[in-house]
């Protein structure tokens, strides 16, 4: 079994995440719930569980601030929220879990797939980790790493080591300038929205590169851009290349 803590400030939420979590994923044995900060930090240290069911907004300290307060967080973290921007970029970039409220089943229910096997496999820290340097601004655009979740392991990747990254259907493959390549079950748009302000440029329906490996723009159909350590020809849409063009400044 997997042991689980809920954090919510509302008594009702608690209760209805324990109700669909005993009827629909009974991996998870609730050890406790806790309405503000002060008192899920007495429980998560007391009883040590495998994962937290976190609401961001609680009074006082938010869920991030619970977080910032625990020496060495050992367990996995489930972000709950009513708000789809407060924190999710960061989130997201961290390849953590995270529900939208009010819980869709089959949202919840994938959720915990994916915590039984990070429970398994213990990856998670270096995720949460890495969430909470984001949240304290402590990276600059030089040092900071995205997490890629692969079927065996969890990279975590400096985006400037990103030259590319490649869909096919809903996976993508992200191209690293060391030469290799991690295959991430994940749709493109996802990393688009990600990596967009780290200057990458979306050139194509399948293509996301970065704009620091392109030297230049071959006129030859639609158009390729030309990446410098290889290089290699990159399509473009034909209605993204004024777009494009525009981006690089060419």
């Known amino acids: 079994m997997i042991t689980a803590i809920l954090v919510d400030d509302e008594l009702i939420n608690n209760?209805?995440?324990k109700a669909l979590l005993n009827r629909h994923c009974t991996s998870i044995n609730v050890l406790a719930t806790a309405t503000n900060a002060d008192e899920a930090k007495i429980q998560i240290i007391e009883l040590k569980p495998d994962v937290v069911f976190l609401d961001i907004e609680i009074p006082g300290k938010n869920g991030f601030d619970l977080l910032k307060s625990i020496n060495e967080?050992?367990?996995d973290v489930v972000f709950?929220?009513?708000y789809d921007s407060y924190g999710i970029m960061a989130i997201k970039f961290s390849a953590l879990d995270y529900l939208l409220k009010p819980i869709n089943i089959t949202e919840l229910t994938r959720t915990v797939e994916r915590i039984e096997q990070s429970v398994q496999a213990k990856k998670q820290n270096a995720r949460l980790d890495n969430l909470l340097?984001?949240?304290d601004k402590k990276q600059n655009?030089?040092?900071q790493k995205i997490a890629l979740p692969t079927q065996k392991e969890t990279y975590l990747v400096p985006?400037?080591?990103?030259v590319r990254c490649e869909s096919s259907n809903n996976y993508t493959t992200?191209?690293?300038?060391n030469g290799s390549s991690h295959l991430i079950s994940k749709p493109l748009y996802e990393y688009d929205e990600l990596l967009s302000p780290y200057g990458f440029v979306r050139c194509h329906q399948s293509h996301l590169v970065n704009k620091t490996h392109v030297t230049s723009i071959l006129?030859?159909?639609a158009g390729y851009l030309i990446l410098d350590h290889t290089a290699q020809k990159i399509p473009i849409a034909k209605q993204r290349k004024s777009e494009v063009k525009s981006l690089l400044k060419l």
């Open 15 to 17: 209760s209805n995440l």
């Open 73 to 75: 967080p050992d367990f």
């Open 80 to 82: 709950v929220t009513a």
């Open 133 to 135: 340097q984001l949240l």
């Open 141 to 143: 655009n030089d040092s």
């Open 159 to 162: 985006v400037k080591d990103i």
């Open 174 to 177: 992200f191209f690293l300038i």
């Open 219 to 221: 006129n030859e159909d």
